[in-house]
Nanobody, 123 residues
Framework: QVQLVESGGGSAQAGGSLRLDCVAS????????MAWFRQAPGKERERIAI????????SYADSVRDRFRISQDNAKKAVYLQMNSLKPEDTAMYYCAATTGICTFREYEYQYWGQGTQVTVSS
């Protein structure tokens, strides 16, 4: 089992920045990939970014590429999402997720999820 705890959400003005943190505990060596997803009210959960725990390769959704950056500190079992040039449409609950299987943007591949952290961007 892997437990995930997110932090760092909050409010920001459009054009501002926030950083989200996700710390893993438990059987962390089983992780293959970590990812960030988000879900706005009334919308489906959206993939944002993934990172391979070994090697650090990353991939981004088109909606956040060039604005958001996913990174990790394996010694701390932590994954980060640096969000720059925030837009009101980035307002959502952000979730950290981990998979022991295939690294993918498919939500159902992720076995472990955090509780989410709210990000609100005002214009």
């Amino acid at each position: 089992q892997v437990q995930l705890v997110e932090s760092g959400g909050g409010s920001a003005q459009a054009g501002g920045s926030l950083r989200l943190d996700c710390v893993a505990s438990g059987n962390t060596n089983s992780r293959n990939c970590m990812a960030w997803f988000r879900q706005a009210p009334g919308k489906e959960r959206e993939r944002i970014a993934i990172i391979y725990v070994t090697g650090g390769e990353t991939s981004y959704a088109d909606s956040v590429r060039d604005r958001f950056r996913i990174s990790q500190d394996n010694a701390k079992k932590a994954v980060y999402l640096q969000m720059n040039s925030l837009k009101p449409e980035d307002t959502a609950m952000y979730y950290c997720a981990a998979t022991t299987g295939i690294c993918t943007f498919r939500e159902y591949e992720y076995q472990y999820w955090g509780q989410g952290t709210q990000v609100t961007v005002s214009s």
